[in-house]
């Protein structure tokens, strides 16, 4: 198992960019397909983008789709959100996660491990 730790997040204005970054601990990071979702107060935890083991695949929730873009260092054992445009429909806690398997997903079921989140939050 991965261990996970996000940093990046903050307070922004609308329209604005934030980079998230997950670094990962742990055996064979670039065996794990990676994911970032998002939950904000009162609602359930919803699907932002996920990334293959070797960053060739990525896919992106449509409410997020030609604005945020996820990326992976192997090298680093990091994982990147890159948030532009940001709207502030897009403030809640942003949790990496791993997934030990080549292929990313977007369900959250199917990720073994999990960061503590990093807050989001934009003004409009």
């Known amino acids: 198992q991965v261990q996970l730790v996000e940093s990046g997040g903050g307070l922004v204005q609308t329209g604005g960019s934030l980079r998230l970054s997950c670094a990962a601990s742990g055996p064979s990071f670039s065996s794990y397909a990676m994911g970032w979702f998002r939950q904000a107060p009162g609602k359930e935890r919803e699907f932002v983008s996920t990334?293959?083991?070797?960053?060739?695949?990525?896919y992106y929730a449509d409410s997020v789709k030609g604005r945020f873009t996820i990326s992976r260092d192997n090298a680093k054992n990091t994982v990147y959100l890159q948030m532009d445009s940001l709207k502030p429909e897009d403030s809640a806690i942003y949790y990496c996660a791993a997934r030990h398997f080549p292929a990313g997903s977007s369900d959250s079921r199917h990720f073994g491990s999990w960061g503590q989140g990093t807050q989001v939050t934009v003004s409009s």
């Open positions: 990334i293959s083991w070797n960053g060739g695949i990525t």
